[in-house]
Each structure stands twice: as structure tokens, then as C-alpha cells.
């Protein structure tokens, strides 16, 4: 019996697992175009707190503070960046909880997450774009606001189901 003592094993591109914790930092920081600047700096602090504790939640925390933030806000394109930002911090914030601090992840083991994420990313950037399109029509006399609620629980109930149906594909 021989041993070799070279032995290697190749498993594709890998990133280090610290760059995730600093891309939930870098996605955070994105808030300094959403809302005022003193909320700003209080997401990127969450999101940090967040990157380097992932058991306190503060990553959500800072989700919270940007949706809470958002509310004063008028509502313009600037919408768009911000269902980004909240829905990447989600993703982000997860990974986060269920990876170590050190070693290396495969690349390829994102490709999983990222299309979770674009599947909801596509239709909920589609019905913000209707939104904001509605928004300037003169439908108030058109559109009874419970037909719009009824319309909207539709649309997030199909966004459900398709990630269901996606997952049990799997």
C-alpha cells in the first residue's frame, strides 16, 4: 500500500466565507440611497452587528429600521433599489445564520439561493412597476380598493406557490 501525501481535490470556484458576511454589510449600505442619513447609518450598523453576530438577528432588525424608514418616503423608482436591498439582506442574513465565519463555499452553492431570490425578485419588481404606473392613471373611480387588496393577496399568493412548486421540484 503506498500513500501519497499530495492528495487534492477540486471543487470548483470557492470565495471565502467572511465575504459573505461583508456583502450583507456592502448590501446595507445601499440604505444611504433609500432614507435619510441617520437611519442609514443605523441599518449599516445593524447589518454589521448582524455579519458578526448572526444569532442576535439584527440583520432583520436593520430590514425593519429600512422598511420603517421607507414609510416617509415618496414613493418613485427609488422603490425598486429598496425591494433589492430588504429581500437581499433577507437572503444574506440567512446564509449567514447557516454558515461558519471560516473556510470556503462553493459558488456553485449559491446558484440555489439566487434563483429563490430571482424568482420572487422578477414578479414583485413587475408589480411595483404597475404600482407606480397605477399610481398616476385616474383609477379611483375604476378600481374599487377592495378589488386592488383582493388583486394584490392574489399576486403574493402565486408568488408563494411558485416557490413551493419550485421547491418540491427539488
Known amino acids: 500500500m503506498t500513500r501519497d501525501r499530495d492528495v487534492r481535490i477540486a471543487v470548483g470556484r470557492t ?3 467572511w465575504t459573505l458576511r461583508a456583502a450583507g454589510v456592502v448590501v446595507s449600505a445601499a440604505s444611504f440611497f433609500l432614507i435619510p442619513v441617520p437611519y442609514a ?21 436593520a430590514i425593519a429600521v429600512l422598511a420603517l424608514a421607507q414609510l416617509g418616503q415618496p414613493l418613485d423608482a427609488r422603490a425598486s433599489l429598496f ?4 429581500h437581499l439582506l433577507h437572503v444574506i442574513g440567512g446564509l449567514q445564520l447557516a454558515l461558519p465565519w471560516t473556510g470556503r463555499l462553493q459558488v456553485r452553492a449559491l446558484v440555489s439561493p439566487a434563483r429563490r431570490w430571482l424568482t420572487l425578485q422578477v414578479p414583485a419588481q ?28 392574489v399576486g403574493i399568493v402565486a408568488m408563494v406557490v411558485l416557490v413551493r412548486a419550485l421547491a418540491a421540484r427539488r
Open 41 to 61: 447609518i443605523l441599518v449599516v450598523v445593524l447589518a454589521a452587528i448582524g455579519a458578526v453576530v448572526p444569532a442576535t438577528f439584527t440583520t432583520w432588525a
Open 126 to 153: 413587475v408589480l411595483l412597476v404597475l404600482a407606480l404606473l397605477a399610481r398616476g392613471l385616474p383609477l379611483h373611480g375604476l378600481l374599487p380598493a377592495g378589488a386592488v387588496a383582493v388583486a394584490t393577496a
Open 83 to 86: 425591494v433589492v436591498v430588504v
Open 15 to 17: 470565495v471565502p466565507l
